[in-house]
T-cell receptor
Framework: DAGVIQSTRHEVTEMGQEVTLRCKPI?????LFWYRQTMMRGLELLIY????????DSGMPEDRFSAKMPNASFSTLKIQPSEPRDSAVYFC??????????????FGPGTRLTVL | TQLLEQSPQFLSIQEGENLTVYCNSS?????LQWYRQEPGEGPVLLVT?????EVKKLKRLTFQFGDARKDSSLHITAAQPGDTGLYLC??????????????FGRGTQLTVWP
């Protein structure tokens, strides 16, 4: 198994530009999570999907952030327009179930976003 | 928001020393997880503790869940350079609207020198 795939490891963009982060979950996993990690705030859940449907987006910081999961094997997190304070490492994770059961969340390698 | 505080934030020790990392909260969690994260990688689950007072051992790592299910500790015996990394604790919410959601601490950065 290839694990969770985040093929873009580093993304650099300029303030005001649109940026799209991409994720391919582990095949067969019903849950997909987007997290953001910064030194100040640590690892925070932004949104998660169950069977391609957004369940909890309370962690999405502003309307500038949006996420989609058009099918079971692909998800995107878009920031438009981007701002320097959005600079962080964005992780995608997937699992067969929610934490607390026997299911484990598997994290991708992350995309380090720098907004100049 | 269910906050988890980890201490210390940074820990630098010599190979062979013992250490303990703490994870504390005012919230009760259904279970608590510990992860290890290496530079440029995502966190990897080490263990899940479920029952208050539970102790789990993984080789030289000992994890304990507090009786009230609000806090946890990770003890490493005879640390090795390969233990270097960011250790994260995560509480699993037991509240209806956030059931199963993970709340992470900011982590303890451990460096073990040879």
């Amino acid at each position: 198994d290839a694990g969770v795939i985040q093929s873009t490891r580093h993304e650099v963009t300029e303030m005001g530009q649109e940026v799209t982060l991409r994720c391919k979950p582990i095949s067969g996993h019903d849950y997909l999570f987007w997290y953001r990690q910064t030194m100040m705030r640590g690892l925070e859940l932004l949104i998660y999907f169950n069977n391609n449907v957004p369940i909890d987006d309370s962690g999405m910081p502003e309307d500038r952030f949006s996420a989609k999961m058009p099918n079971a094997s692909f998800s995107t997190l878009k920031i438009q327009p981007s701002e320097p304070r959005d600079s962080a490492v964005y992780f995608c994770a997937s699992s067969s179930g929610l934490a607390g059961s026997t299911d484990t969340q598997y994290f991708g390698p992350g995309t380090r976003l720098t907004v100049l | 928001t269910q906050l988890l505080e980890q201490s210390p934030q940074f820990l630098s020790i010599q190979e062979g020393e013992n250490l303990t990392v703490y994870c504390n909260s005012s919230s009760v969690f259904s279970s608590l997880q510990w992860y290890r994260q290496e530079p440029g990688e995502g966190p990897v689950l080490l263990v899940t503790v479920v029952t208050g007072g539970e102790v789990k051992k993984l080789k030289r790592l000992t994890f304990q869940f507090g009786d009230a299910r609000k806090d946890s500790s990770l003890h490493i015996t005879a640390a090795q350079p390969g233990d270097t990394g960011l250790y994260l604790c995560a509480g699993v919410s037991d509240r209806g609207s956030t059931l199963g959601r993970l709340y992470f601490g900011r982590g303890t950065q451990l460096t073990v020198w040879p």
